[in-house]
């Protein structure tokens, strides 16, 4: 089974920085591509950045310029640094990846969420 695993939400002032990381166990075959999604309130789920195995990345226009996803493919792990943080961006972040398996199918995994709060 394949889990991937959040850590790092929490409670910022607007203009500050959260470090979300997500890391993904189990036994499977590979992993392509990783990214966080964001659901707020009231709202669709929403795609905030993703990135390729060869490090290609992707941004919601949200986001640009103050997010940086990256990843450690060894350590099957994804980040996503969240600076110059706002209001806005408060939502449950949930990391996201396509995994293929040991018997070379493909599953999209969510993790559990963490909830990320920016307020004064």
């Known amino acids: 089974q394949v889990q991937l695993v959040e850590s790092g939400g929490g409670l910022v002032q607007p203009g500050g920085s959260l470090r979300l990381s997500c890391a993904a166990s189990?036994?499977?075959?590979?992993?392509?591509?990783m990214g966080w999604y964001r659901q707020a309130p009231g709202k669709q789920r929403e795609l905030v950045a993703s990135?390729?195995?060869?490090?290609?990345?992707n941004y919601a226009d949200s986001v640009k310029g103050r997010f940086t996803i990256s990843r450690d493919n060894a350590k099957n792990t994804v980040y996503l640094q969240m600076n110059s943080l706002k209001p806005e961006d408060t939502a449950v972040y949930y990391c996201?990846?396509?995994?293929?398996?040991?018997?070379?199918?493909?599953?999209?995994?969510w993790g559990q969420g963490t909830q990320v709060t920016v307020s004064s």
């Open positions: 990135i390729l195995s060869g490090g290609r990345t």
């Open positions: 996201n990846a396509p995994v293929e398996t040991l018997a070379r199918a493909v599953i999209n995994v």
């Open positions: 189990g036994n499977f075959f590979s992993i392509y591509s």
